[in-house]
């Protein structure tokens, strides 16, 4: 079992910046990916940037160049929003890749106004 708790959400101005933590627990050694999810109501939830255990990144094309995905030696998980946008806006979910199961956490909410 992995348990994930998110943290960081908010209201934030369009062009600001927004830091999202999500710090992973339990059965973390078989954790070979982590990653951010988000979703808009009606719309399915879609990838924002994910990271493999060994570093590799991917990020939505929306996002490259603004979203930066990091991971310190606490199995903590940052999302670095820098020139945020109106279409940013979601519940923004954290996602754990195991060897027996996918993990979600509870999700928080980003809002950025214009």
């Known amino acids: 079992q992995v348990q994930l708790v998110e943290s960081g959400g908010g209201l934030v101005q369009a062009g600001g910046t927004l830091r999202l933590s999500c710090a992973a627990s339990g059965s973390i050694s078989s954790i070979w990916a982590m990653g951010w999810y988000r979703q808009t109501p009606g719309k399915q939830r879609g990838m924002v940037a994910a990271m493999t255990t060994d570093g590799m990144t991917t990020y939505a094309d929306s996002v490259k160049g603004r979203f930066t995905i990091s991971r310190d030696v606490n199995n903590t998980v940052y999302l670095q929003m820098n020139s945020v946008k109106p279409e940013d806006t979601a519940v923004y979910y954290c996602?754990?890749?195991?060897?027996?199961?996918?993990?979600w956490g509870q999700g928080t909410q980003v809002t950025v106004s214009s």
């Open positions: 996602n754990a890749e195991h060897n027996s199961a996918v993990y």
